[in-house]
């Protein structure tokens, strides 16, 4: 659409998870897996630091003085958490570049947390900070059900993720003088997006009207082989499995043995970015791998289809293209709906930056598949 447009990976990689995940590392963790399986590691390691915590209020107090340090800038613990946070991003990278998704810079909550100072010292000078007995700060913001309270820093003097986003915004301003700044982010977040723009605006920041939050459902029931708990690189590895399966059993599949492993991942992650989305953008649904991996009907299998066999028509048929053709011959009623909906393209583009809704794209493919490229 001719803007100028900054792609911004934004990690949650600060908080008080990751003073649980640091002492949890301490205890439980092991290098050589770290390296292996980053994010599996990782989380396998947080979910047992937070069984020990249930079990022992010692080491809740342990993690949360790891993150206290970690604020404090302490060498020891802040290089554990960079080690986390850089073999992450180098395990996501593998997962984005499968699915044909790149951005401009990754930030996180860390990269302006040493900011949030300067947020606390704006909103005290404009008498919004408040201060409570139980050693926290908290500010009101306007909530569509009347004001409410929200905390800002905890008893201990750490920030929260509220305090850190708000850091994030101005920076963001100061760095790249946007007229609109969007964040993707599922619906539960809808009043954390609440409090940030309204919090903005008593700040005096006239910009704040024109941040946005994009929201999307969760997708219910998505699960592997492999057990409930859900990584999108094993949906995608998945994917791919079941689609070589289906390869394999189609006597159709016109596939060497040597392709069927890179062809099968092109299937399987067309499948899986289709089925999500198919449907608008803050529907939750519930997953279904059957109709994630169909080869007919509505899937990413059968666009892809589709589209190689036009391809073939068009390398295939002994005729060049040629726009200057007389297109009054196209009488054929068939034809003619083709050429109406072939010119609905412009149309549906624009409708779909509008409302910010990618199944609007994906469903006209579909209008065009079903039937229409078979003209």
Same mark, same amino acid.
């Given at each position: 659409?001719?803007?100028?447009?900054?792609?911004?990976?934004?990690?949650?990689?600060?908080?008080?998870?990751?003073?649980?995940?640091?002492?949890? =590392?301490?205890?439980?963790?092991?290098? *050589?897996?770290?390296?292996?399986?980053?994010?599996?590691?990782?989380?396998?390691?947080?979910?047992?630091? *937070?069984?020990?915590?249930?079990?022992?209020?010692?080491? !809740?107090?342990?993690?949360?003085?790891?993150? +206290?340090?970690?604020?404090?800038?302490?060498?020891?613990?802040?290089?554990?958490?960079?080690?986390? +946070?850089?073999?992450?991003?180098?395990?996501?990278?593998?997962?984005?570049?499968?699915? #044909?998704?790149?951005?401009?810079?990754?930030?996180?909550?860390?990269?302006?947390?040493?900011?949030?100072?300067?947020?606390? &010292?704006?909103?005290?000078?404009?008498? !919004?900070? /408040?201060?409570?007995?139980?050693?926290?700060?908290?500010?009101?913001?306007?909530?569509?059900?009347? !004001?409410?309270?929200?905390?800002? +820093?905890?008893?201990?003097? *750490?920030?929260?993720?509220?305090?850190?986003?708000?850091?994030?915004a101005i920076n963001r301003m100061k760095n790249h003088t946007f007229d609109k700044m969007f964040y993707v982010v599922e619906n539960g977040q809808s009043d954390h997006f609440i409090a940030?723009?309204?919090?903005?605006?008593?700040? #005096?920041?006239?910009?704040?009207?024109?941040?946005?939050?994009?929201?999307?459902?969760?997708?219910?029931?998505?699960?592997?082989?492999?057990?409930?708990?859900?990584?999108?690189?094993?949906?995608? &590895?998945?994917?791919?499995?079941?689609?070589?399966?289906?390869?394999?059993?189609?006597?159709?599949? %016109?596939?060497?043995?040597?392709? !069927?492993?890179?062809?099968?991942?092109?299937?399987?992650?067309?499948?899986?970015?289709?089925?999500?989305? %198919?449907? %608008? %953008?803050?529907?939750? =649904?519930?997953?279904?791998?059957? /109709?994630?991996?169909?080869?007919?009907?509505?899937?990413?299998?059968?666009?892809?289809?589709?589209?190689?066999?036009?391809?073939?028509l068009e390398e295939n048929c002994g005729i060049s293209m040629n726009l200057e053709c007389d297109l009054s011959v196209l009488v054929e009623p068939e034809a003619q709906d083709l050429i109406?909906?072939?010119?609905?393209?412009?149309?549906? =583009?624009?409708?779909?930056?509008?409302?910010?809704?990618?199944?609007?794209?994906?469903?006209?493919?579909?209008?065009?598949?079903?039937?229409?490229?078979?003209?």
């Amino acid at each position: 659409m001719g803007h100028d447009v900054v792609r911004i990976n934004y990690l949650g990689d600060w908080g008080t998870q990751f003073g649980i995940l640091t002492r949890g =590392f301490q205890l439980l963790g092991n290098k *050589t897996k770290l390296e292996m399986e980053p994010i599996q590691h990782l989380y396998e390691v947080y979910v047992n630091a *937070t069984k020990l915590i249930n079990e022992d209020e010692e080491v !809740l107090k342990e993690s949360r003085e790891q993150f +206290r340090l970690l604020e404090n800038d302490d060498e020891t613990v802040k290089q554990l958490w960079r080690t986390f +946070r850089e073999l992450s991003i180098e395990d996501l990278n593998k997962t984005y570049q499968r699915l #044909g998704v790149s951005f401009d810079c990754y930030e996180g909550e860390s990269t302006y947390h040493k900011d949030v100072a300067q947020v606390y &010292d704006i909103l005290r000078e404009l008498g !919004l900070l /408040k201060s409570k007995e139980d050693g926290t700060t908290t500010v009101d913001f306007q909530h569509k059900n009347g !004001l409410r309270e929200v905390v800002l +820093r905890k008893s201990d003097g *750490t920030s929260l993720y509220l305090s850190r986003d708000i850091a994030t915004a101005i920076n963001r301003m100061k760095n790249h003088t946007f007229d609109k700044m969007f964040y993707v982010v599922e619906n539960g977040q809808s009043d954390h997006f609440i409090a940030l723009f309204d919090i903005l605006k008593k700040m #005096g920041y006239s910009w704040a009207n024109n941040l946005h939050h994009v929201k999307f459902g969760r997708i219910r029931g998505m699960s592997t082989r492999k057990g409930s708990v859900v990584f999108l690189r094993d949906i995608l &590895d998945e994917a791919r499995t079941l689609t070589i399966e289906a390869m394999k059993e189609s006597p159709n599949t %016109r596939v060497s043995l040597d392709e !069927l492993e890179d062809i099968g991942d092109v299937l399987g992650v067309a499948s899986v970015l289709i089925n999500d989305m %198919r449907a %608008r %953008r803050f529907q939750e =649904f519930d997953f279904s791998w059957s /109709k994630a991996i169909q080869t007919k009907g509505n899937s990413g299998v059968f666009l892809l289809y589709v589209h190689a066999r036009l391809c073939s028509l068009e390398e295939n048929c002994g005729i060049s293209m040629n726009l200057e053709c007389d297109l009054s011959v196209l009488v054929e009623p068939e034809a003619q709906d083709l050429i109406y909906q072939l010119a609905r393209y412009e149309d549906i =583009f624009v409708s779909a930056y509008s409302e910010l809704q990618p199944n609007t794209i994906v469903q006209y493919l579909f209008v065009l598949e079903i039937g229409r490229a078979h003209v």
